[in-house]
């Protein structure tokens, strides 16, 4: 018996979770992937925004691996939470575009990095990072 590779096992998870949630909208009408589900208005579409953003951010920006990705949603002056939805000039195309990048750009960290690698929030208050 041989013992597991803790990397894989966190790319088998981690895919898992990622095609969980694209499959969610399998079959789904453009209203029904934009439609508010809360009262925030955070939709499905938003929510697969929000995920590959934090990808992004988390096993990129981290780790001092930026990954080039336009994410105006997270400006100064952007609306609060506006990487929780789909606006009218986003694309489901574009959405899933950006969390396919956002998944290469994330196992390409895996593999580049130990899983001890050391991270640091850039938002996160200093002392917390």
Request: glycine share 10%; hydrophobic share 40%.
């Amino acid at each position: 018996m041989t013992g597991s590779d803790p990397k894989a096992d966190l790319r088998r998870y981690l895919q898992a979770g990622r095609g969980a949630l694209v499959w969610k909208m399998d079959g789904l009408s453009e209203y029904d992937v934009r439609r508010p589900v809360t009262p925030t208005g955070t939709n499905l579409l938003g929510l697969v925004k929000h995920v590959a953003s934090m990808e992004l951010v988390y096993f990129g920006d981290t780790f001092g691996r930026p990954s080039g990705e336009a994410m105006p949603w997270f400006e100064e002056g952007a609306e609060i939470n506006a990487d929780m939805w789909a606006t009218a000039d986003e694309s489901r195309e574009q959405i899933l575009g950006l969390y396919h990048r956002a998944w290469k750009h994330s196992d390409v960290t895996l593999d580049a990095l130990a899983l001890d690698a050391i991270g640091r929030v850039p938002h996160w208050p200093d002392g917390t990072r």
